[in-house]
């Protein structure tokens, strides 16, 4: 993502943050959303990216957990997929909050 793109992004982020009373008018949000989609193209792109690189990674996770599992006895989780990784990220995210 360039540089430009980013900005982009956070200009929209900002623009949801505080327009988000829907008090625009249609012309202003069509020129709006011209204006930033390539950037919301280009972060789509990227998370495209970024799950497929998830999705190769998670086995080998899941591996070396359970190499070190059988060096120490630990009790490392082996996830499955990459969206069992990602629910667990979601259920430590909430013990937080």
């Given at each position: 993502m360039t540089p430009e793109e980013r900005?982009?992004?956070d200009d929209?982020?900002?623009?949801?943050d505080n327009n988000a009373d829907?008090?625009?008018?249609?012309g202003a949000l069509a020129h709006?959303?011209?204006?930033?989609?390539?950037?919301?193209?280009?972060v789509i792109a990227e998370r495209d990216r970024l799950r497929v690189a998830l999705?190769?990674?998670?086995?080998f996770m899941a591996h070396y957990a359970d190499l070190l599992n059988q060096?120490?006895?630990?009790q490392r989780t082996a996830?499955?997929?990459a969206d069992e990784w990602l629910a667990r990220l979601d259920e430590l995210a909430a013990k937080k909050a």
């Amino acid at each position: 993502m360039t540089p430009e793109e980013r900005t982009q992004i956070d200009d929209l982020l900002d623009w949801l943050d505080n327009n988000a009373d829907g008090a625009d008018d249609a012309g202003a949000l069509a020129h709006d959303c011209t204006r930033w989609h390539p950037a919301l193209v280009a972060v789509i792109a990227e998370r495209d990216r970024l799950r497929v690189a998830l999705e190769a990674l998670v086995p080998f996770m899941a591996h070396y957990a359970d190499l070190l599992n059988q060096y120490d006895g630990g009790q490392r989780t082996a996830f499955a997929s990459a969206d069992e990784w990602l629910a667990r990220l979601d259920e430590l995210a909430a013990k937080k909050a």
